[in-house]
């Protein structure tokens, strides 16, 4: 097993960069609940909108970590054992539903 990226058969993965993950997302949660605060409190449209971009890019930063790690450990793992094919599939798929 890849010891940066444990791939199994159950699709289950485990992140070496957990700890960093799970705090950036907790960070970008309290960013959603600040922008519906910013919403109850009936802020400036302009500035509501600019924390939505905000919160959309740390979200898109994580994706982008999350994708490096699936490419550098299950894909790699996949092309080395001969399974290129699916592999590349699925990641053609993935990126069509990031766009």
Same mark, same amino acid.
């Given at each position: ?5 444990? +791939? +199994?058969?159950? @699709?289950? #993965?485990?992140?070496?960069? @957990?700890?960093?993950?799970? @705090?950036?997302?907790?960070?970008? =949660? ?14 400036? +449209?302009?500035? #509501? !909108? ?8 740390? !979200? ?7 994708? =490096? ?5 299950? #894909?790699?793992?996949? #092309?080395? =054992?001969?399974?290129? =094919? ?9 990126? @069509?539903?990031?766009?």
């Amino acid at each position: 097993m890849d010891s940066e990226h444990d +791939c +199994c058969s159950d @699709k289950r #993965v485990v992140q070496a960069d @957990k700890p960093a993950l799970l @705090k950036r997302m907790a960070r970008l =949660e309290g960013q959603v609940r600040g922008i519906a605060g910013m919403i109850d409190d009936d802020r400036y +449209c302009v500035d #509501v !909108l600019t924390q939505i971009a905000a919160a959309r890019s740390a !979200l898109d930063a994580v994706a982008q970590q999350l994708l =490096e790690n699936h490419l550098k450990g299950c #894909v790699s793992r996949a #092309v080395s =054992e001969g399974n290129s =094919e699916q592999a590349i599939a699925e990641v053609m798929a993935l990126l @069509k539903k990031m766009r």
